[in-house]
Structure formats: C-alpha cells, structure tokens
C-alpha cells in the first residue's frame, strides 16, 4: 500500500465560494447563471483591454519563465525594482512557495482565525504546527494587536500570516499595527495578503514598510481585475526573499495569456477605481437593507461583510435554489454567519428580494 506522508494524510481540504458545480447541476441550476456574491471579486469584470491582451498571447511556445516585462511594469508602477517582484499563479502558488522555502517540519506558524483557510493547509503540507489566535463573536471577531504581539513573543513563529483586510470579517490592520508586529521578531517572516486591497476604506501603502526585511506583501490581480480564471498574483519583497521564492516556483509558473492580460490591467488602475466606487456603494445598500430587515452585519472596512442569519449553511442552500450563491461561513468555525460581496445594484436588488421572499 502506498501512503503519502503523514502531513498529507492528515490534510483536509479548505472549502472555497464560488460556484460548486456538482452541487448546481444536481439542484438543475446551470452554474454560469448563478448570482454569485460568494467570492468577493469585482462584478464588473475585467476592463476590456485586458480580455484583448489575454487573447494575443502565444499559447504556441513556452511562457518567459522569469516574466520579465511583468515584473518590469508592475515596478515602474509601484516605484520598486523588478527584483523586489515575484509573479504567482494566482497569489494561492506564492502562499504554497512561501511555506515550501520557509517551514520545516515542527516549525511554528502563526494564524490569526477566522481567516482564510489556505494558510492552514500550506503550512500543514509542510509539517508546521499551527499557532491559532482566535477572535470572539463579542468582539465582532475584530482582533487586538496585543494578543498577537503575546504570541509571537511567546512562540517565535516561523511565519505569521495576515489576511488585510482579512478574509472573512474585513478587519483592515492599520500600519501601526502592522509594524509593530513585523518589530515583534525580525525573524518571523509576516506574510502580508493584501488580495482585497483594492476595495479598501482608508488603505495605507504597505509598501512603505519594505524596509523591514521580514515583510513579504502578497497580491492578487483576481478580485480588483476581476482575472479569477486566469491565476495570477505577485509578492513585493525584499531582493533575498523573492529570490527565495523563485527557487522553489516551478519553471513557466505565470501561463502567457496570465502575464499579458496582468501587463494590461496594470495600466488600469482607473477602471479599478471606477468600480471601487460603485462596488462600495453596493455594499453600504446590502448593509442598510439588511440591517433594515433586522440582520446582525458586522462592521467591515473591506467591500464584503459577515451577516448573522442562523444557520448558515440552510440559508445558502435556500438561495441558491433560487440561483443565488452567498458564503457559508462553517468553514471559518462560523456556522451561523454568511458573507456578502456586493455586485452591480440590479443584482443586489435580486439578492434583498430573495431574501425577503424565503423558500420561495
Ligand atoms: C485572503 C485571500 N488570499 C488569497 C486568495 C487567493 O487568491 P488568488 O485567486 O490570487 O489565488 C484568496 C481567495 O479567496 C483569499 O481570500
């Protein structure tokens, strides 16, 4: 009998949003027609520029390995050295590379939960023990710095991830915060996903805390250019963390039609904006009329939000027998919550009537 190593054996996979398609077809519901405010992506799609770059890429050759005209043009546009920029396939492969190049097994990695579960299961690959710092409902499962502070002093982590805005709650860290984590141990790398970055209230640049060698930030082209299909994302780092990471990538990591349509969609910093705005404004008229309706919304500062409904994973279930997906937050030890990522204002309309209109 073959075996994989016991870490792999142990492994449970992490549940996602976005559409399931076995789950649609078996409730007769073809998976492209679903309203899916489950992944909390930009429902505009990507800007038309990008879906034309994509579609004159060579798919008849190899794809250049170190994406050096990507790495140079997201540079200029950040003001950073090509050498500063790893390119992933989706910033799901950097957090997988981080945990391959930097845990052994044994090694303690620190996760603030409920977070995404992706963390987890990266450095569970690796044989790491998890170190879990967990919010309270009371606190609308916000997290106080100090707590983490504690526990890196007391554990020394090896890594410690940090969802900002963190997924699900969107409880953005402020830069004090975020630095006086990084000053906590010069040796606990702070892996720092910004996928959610571009829908932000009062973002600050984290960029600017570069100078400190132990930050590795993590991006994702997926949610604010709508490129979920495409896979691609990018750490900004210090030059011996990135060549680090591109040690373990595998060769060609960045498909052709990814790393055009990235190239494009840097230039599109306006279209993002665009949405921003509206996105936002989605958001704040889901959040009043649930509100309206006597839903508990927890506070956010990201574009998605966590609604108290009960049971969760009943009121997913009903909606998406009527062709509308929301996030059942179980996964996130959240079983009686859902999150909501708005889409265009017509759609959320759909999403308020549904709900007004249970089992119907
Ligand atoms: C916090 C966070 N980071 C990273 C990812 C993965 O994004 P990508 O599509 O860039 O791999 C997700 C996806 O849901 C996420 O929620």
Redesign the pocket.
């Known amino acids: 009998m073959l075996h994989p190593r016991p870490e792999i054996r142990a492994l449970h996979p992490c549940p996602?949003?976005g559409p399931n398609f076995a789950e649609a077809l078996s409730l007769g519901i073809p998976p492209e027609s679903i309203l899916d405010f489950s992944v909390s992506a930009n429902p505009f799609g990507p800007a038309p520029a990008v879906r034309s770059a994509a579609a004159v890429a060579p798919i008849d050759r190899y794809p250049d390995s170190a994406c050096i005209e990507l790495r140079g043009t997201i540079a200029r546009a950040l003001g950073l050295a090509p050498e500063n920029l790893f390119i992933g396939s989706?910033?799901?492969?950097i957090?997988r590379l981080l945990a391959l190049a930097y845990i052994s097994p044994g090694d303690r990695v620190l996760i603030p939960e409920p977070t995404?579960g992706?963390y987890e299961v990266a450095a569970k690959i690796m044989g790491a023990r998890i170190i879990r710092c967990r919010a309270g409902e009371g606190t609308g499962f916000r997290f106080e710095v100090n707590d983490l502070l504690a526990r890196i002093q007391e554990h020394h982590p090896r890594i410690v991830f940090l969802?900002n805005p963190n997924?699900p709650t969107g409880q953005y860290w402020r830069r004090d915060e975020v630095e006086s984590i990084l000053r906590a141990d010069a040796d606990a790398l702070l892996a720092l996903?910004e996928?959610?970055i571009a829908f932000t209230e009062d973002r600050w640049n984290a960029i600017d805390l570069l100078s400190y060698r132990n930050l590795l930030i993590i991006r994702?082209l997926?949610k604010d250019h709508a490129l979920?299909g495409l896979?691609i994302?990018y750490a900004v780092g210090s030059p011996e963390l990135i060549e680090t990471l591109r040690k373990v990538s595998p060769p060609w990591n960045v498909n052709a039609p990814a790393q055009y349509a990235a190239a494009a969609a840097i230039q599109e910093q306006a279209y993002v904006e665009r949405c921003r705005e509206q996105v936002l404004a989605a958001r704040d008229y889901l959040v009043k009329a649930l509100l309206q309706r006597g839903f508990r919304v927890l506070p956010t500062e990201a574009h998605f939000f966590l609604v108290k409904v009960g049971n969760a994973a009943v009121f997913r279930e009903d909606l998406l027998r009527r062709g509308i997906a929301v996030r059942d937050c179980t996964s996130f030890g959240l079983p009686e919550y859902i999150r909501i990522a708005p889409r265009t204002m017509p759609e959320c309309r759909k999403l308020i009537e549904a709900i007004d209109s249970p089992g119907k």
């Open positions: 996602h949003g989706g910033s799901m492969e957090i995404f992706e969802s997924n996903d996928a959610y994702s997926t979920a896979r994302g």
